[in-house]
């Protein structure tokens, strides 16, 4: 018979395994299958991609401001290596 885990245990090991704790590791300390947590891991991935679209916040910069945008760049460097240099 299949044990049954409650939705926030779930989530509090994906959530650690998302924050670099590893399948093996989990295994050892929760007795969870390894198979399960990526199975969790996987459904996780999943309803974040479906429920957050990709929509990126970053203006458009028209093309033709790109170049203006390269020069203040470089003035900013020089500036900032400037005042690294000053006591």
């Keep these: 018979m299949a044990k049954a885990y409650n939705e926030e245990f779930k989530k509090q090991l994906v959530k650690e395994n998302i ?5 093996p590791t989990l295994e050892k300390e929760e007795g ?9 891991v996987k459904k ?3 309803e974040c991609q479906i429920s957050q679209p ?5 203006p458009v910069i028209p093309q033709k401001e ?4 390269h020069k203040r760049i470089a003035e900013l460097e020089k500036e ?5 240099r000053s006591p």
């Design 66 to 69: 790109i170049p203006d945008l």
């Design 19 to 23: 924050q670099g704790k590893r399948y």
């Design 32 to 40: 969870v299958a390894k198979s399960t947590l990526f199975g969790w």
């Design 54 to 58: 990709h929509t990126t916040n970053f």
């Design 80 to 84: 900032n290596l400037f005042l690294k």
């Design 44 to 46: 996780d991935s999943e």
